[in-house]
């Protein structure tokens, strides 16, 4: 069919096709359809089992060391930002079986300093499937410095899967049915408050206790962000708390100056100290203090 001349001015443009492809880029082309195409023939010959995937849960997540690995906690400005963690996505999905993920870098732009990235999540099952797409700036931001551009390539990967385990994580999430996701996040919580069984809680308490003051945190310091109560009136609760602190810390997504500040000395403090102070060095009303401590009144030595 001929349009007419006018109309041919405001055709998109075909979108140039590369002059060359080399053969080792045709076979891996051929080589990722035929990986997809056949990941979702034996998904569909070998379905899930939500009974089976449910029972696979509850073992993993009855796991001390997962359940801790399950959530992240850190401060932002006044308030306390919590959550579940890639890790825990990830198990999810290994769980519910038949599920494909992945993070790819579509392009990166080091002349203006970000990279174009990509996150999906898809259920070969019932071909649902969540995808976003993001701009990733290769800057490193401080509460004291702001912004510093990354120009290490290695701080820049880094930069880079952080940011893109966040998308994946929201995009796992996506296909995965809630109520699923949400028995997990209960028997996590409970493993974590739990603890380990084998120990008792003063001996949890006392481990607890070790590890915080390695790492330059004092007992003053464990009491206060538990609200002020006592190390010896901890519960399962407290300490599961502080598990998921400590692993926070690990990860590098909180300091341990950020969650635990230097305690400050109060107005009402300084006041009482000078208070004190003074009282100490005030001469008593019988002048007994203005002679030297061999020669006391009383004390039978001459001046």
Not at 105 to 134: H, I, K, P
Not at 149 to 159: A, K, S
Request: aromatic letters at 8%.
């Amino acid at each position: 069919m001929n349009f007419p001349a006018e109309q041919h001015q405001f055709a998109v443009p075909a979108a140039p096709a590369p002059a060359f492809v080399g053969q080792g880029t045709a076979v891996e082309q051929s080589r990722a359809v035929a990986e997809v195409q056949a990941a979702v023939v034996v998904a569909r010959q070998f379905p899930r089992n939500e009974a089976l995937a449910v029972q696979k849960m509850r073992t993993g997540f009855s796991q001390h060391t997962l359940a801790v690995r399950s959530f992240f906690r850190f401060r932002r400005g006044t308030s306390n930002v919590s959550g579940e963690t890639i890790q825990f996505a990830k198990e999810l999905a290994r769980c519910w079986t038949n599920i494909h993920y992945g993070v790819h870098e579509l392009r990166r732009d080091d002349a203006n300093g970000e990279s174009e990235m990509q996150a999906w999540a898809w259920d070969l099952e019932t071909n649902e499937r969540a995808s976003t797409t993001f701009i990733v700036p290769h800057t490193r931001w401080t509460k004291d410095n702001g912004g510093t551009r990354l120009e290490d390539p290695r701080d820049v990967y880094e930069n880079n899967s952080n940011n893109g385990a966040r998308r994946l994580r929201e995009m796992i999430f996506s296909v995965l049915p809630d109520w699923f996701r949400e028995q997990a996040k209960t028997i996590a919580t409970n493993t974590v408050e739990n603890g380990q069984g084998d120990k008792p809680l003063a001996q949890r308490t006392a481990d607890c206790i070790t590890h915080f003051e390695g790492l330059g945190v004092t007992v003053e310091q464990l009491e206060e962000n538990r609200s002020g109560r006592l190390s010896g009136k901890w519960t399962n609760l407290d300490l599961g708390q502080l598990s998921i602190i400590s692993e926070s810390i690990r990860r590098g997504e909180i300091t341990v100056d950020e969650e635990f500040p230097q305690q400050r000395t109060t107005a009402a403090e300084i006041t009482r100290q000078a208070n004190e102070s003074t009282a100490e060095q005030a001469p008593a009303r019988d002048g007994s203090a203005q002679w030297p401590a061999s020669v006391q009144p009383g004390s039978g030595a001459r001046a």
